[in-house]
């Protein structure tokens, strides 16, 4: 009778044994403790023998809750190799995120100025990485390229004029700490066209182009005439009073420089 649960709790301790969790001091204890209850469980029986009682009902508990005692050891020794195996990938983790990262740096943009209707800008430098992100004044350039660790080509966004940082940030996050600024100026002036190409004074002249701003000035020869400006891409003034002559015209944006046109109005 007393046979089948020895071999049980003997087949316990040697799965405990057996287990890939029993490899630290912990475990080896736990195995202690299983042997301690084989032990035991032959003492148990060695009573029962000797004194002849009707132990029967009282001997099963006991192996029972010797039984339940093996399991919880080698469950508790299993669990315990889980949450080293946890401990170990959360030390990993915190690693990667603490370990130290190679910042960006940005040495030089080519060219620091452009026009406010967006340019082309190559960005020098060091640790830029693969699918590094470029904003001006917060927001994301366009056509960005990495073509190496120490270079980056992008279009820099439409802005306003004035000062404008630039930000390079990998994927990783990291992103250049010292603050590297371009500047933005009005766009220059396009001329494009005229019309009419003469007249008598008086004439209501047309210039079309484009990046024509509000208070843009017209030089019709060498007189700055104020023009009124349809739109953006359109401008018009009246021809003044004048000797006949062939008149060059010319386009300036407020604070920029004539920018000639290669136009010509001739003046009746």
Same mark, same amino acid.
């Given at each position: ?9 003997? !087949?316990?301790?040697? !799965?405990?044994?057996? !287990? ?7 475990? #080896? ?5 299983? &042997? ?5 469980? &032959? ?9 002849? !009682? ?10 029972? #809750? ?48 452009? #026009?406010? %209707? ?12 693969? $699918? ?5 004044? $917060? ?43 371009? %500047? ?12 009419? &190409? ?57 604070? $920029? ?12």
């Amino acid at each position: 009778m007393q046979a089948a649960p020895v071999l049980a709790i003997s !087949a316990t301790r040697a !799965a405990a044994i057996d !287990a890939p969790a029993q490899t630290g001091t912990l475990e #080896a204890k736990l195995v202690d403790l299983l &042997a301690k209850m084989t032990s035991a469980n &032959a003492s148990l029986e060695a009573i029962v023998k000797n004194t002849g !009682a009707d132990w029967s009902g009282t001997w099963w508990i006991l192996v029972a #809750a010797l039984g339940i005692l093996a399991a919880a050891a080698v469950g508790l020794a299993l669990h315990l190799s889980h949450v080293k195996t946890v401990a170990r990938k959360l030390d990993d983790l915190v690693h990667a995120m603490t370990a130290p990262r190679s910042l960006p740096s940005i040495a030089d943009i080519d060219p620091r100025r452009g #026009a406010v %209707t967006g340019f082309d800008i190559t960005i020098s430098g060091s640790n830029f990485q693969a $699918g590094a992100a470029v904003r001006v004044r $917060g927001n994301f350039a366009t056509n960005v390229e990495v073509r190496s660790a120490a270079e980056i080509r992008a279009r820099a966004p439409a802005g306003t004029p004035g000062e404008a940082e630039v930000v390079v940030q990998n994927p990783d996050g990291a992103r250049n700490a010292t603050p590297v600024f371009l %500047t933005y100026v009005p766009a220059e002036p396009v001329v494009r066209g005229i019309h009419p &190409a003469d007249g008598p004074a008086g004439t209501t002249l047309v210039v079309y182009g484009a990046n024509f701003q509000p208070g843009a000035i017209v030089r019709l020869g060498h007189a700055d005439i104020a023009a009124t400006r349809n739109s953006e891409n359109d401008l018009s003034i009246l021809v003044p009073l004048g000797p006949p002559g062939d008149l060059a015209v010319a386009v300036r944006n407020p604070g $920029g420089a004539d920018r000639p046109s290669g136009k010509v109005f001739s003046r009746s």
